[in-house]
């Protein structure tokens, strides 16, 4: 159990850094503007998806958030990973950066896995009925 425990927050924490923090201290950068504009998307949907990832990531690692609201940022987070894959790949082929959100695909994999072996009761809005 403390392993798991262990596993869950390293995998958490290292999301939180990088796409809570960083995203914070980074996401009106000319290096950050210029990442969006390259792979084709408006400047506006950069701003936009760096918000989302910032309360997401703060859903995670904070303790007192609801599971279900956790749930969200995690299928949140594998769909911009997913989508940042696809997006790399079609405007800059295969590359050493697509190793990136296929990396961080798998750390959001193991903090949600262990996130449910630590985390036993979800809080379900209704409770199931046993005959």
């Known amino acids: 159990m403390k392993k798991d425990r262990l596993i869950y927050w390293i995998t958490t924490v290292i999301i939180f850094l990088l796409f809570g923090v960083a995203t914070a201290l980074t996401f009106q950068s000319e290096m950050a503007r210029q990442s969006i504009a390259d792979l084709g998307y408006p400047s506006y949907f950069g701003t936009m998806l760096n918000i989302f990832k910032i309360i997401g990531?703060?859903?995670l690692i904070l303790p007192k958030v609801p599971s279900r609201v956790k749930e969200w940022a995690y299928a949140g987070f594998g769909i911009d990973f997913t989508s940042a894959f696809i997006s790399m790949?079609?405007?800059e082929g295969i590359s050493?950066?697509?190793l990136f959100p296929l990396?961080?695909?798998v750390i959001l994999s193991?903090?949600?896995v262990f996130y449910h072996r630590t985390n036993a009761t979800i809080d379900l809005p209704y409770k199931f009925h046993q005959n």
């Open 96 to 98: 050493a950066h697509l």
């Open 103 to 105: 990396t961080m695909l």
């Open 110 to 112: 193991c903090s949600y």
């Open 89 to 91: 790949w079609v405007v």
């Open 57 to 59: 990531s703060l859903a």
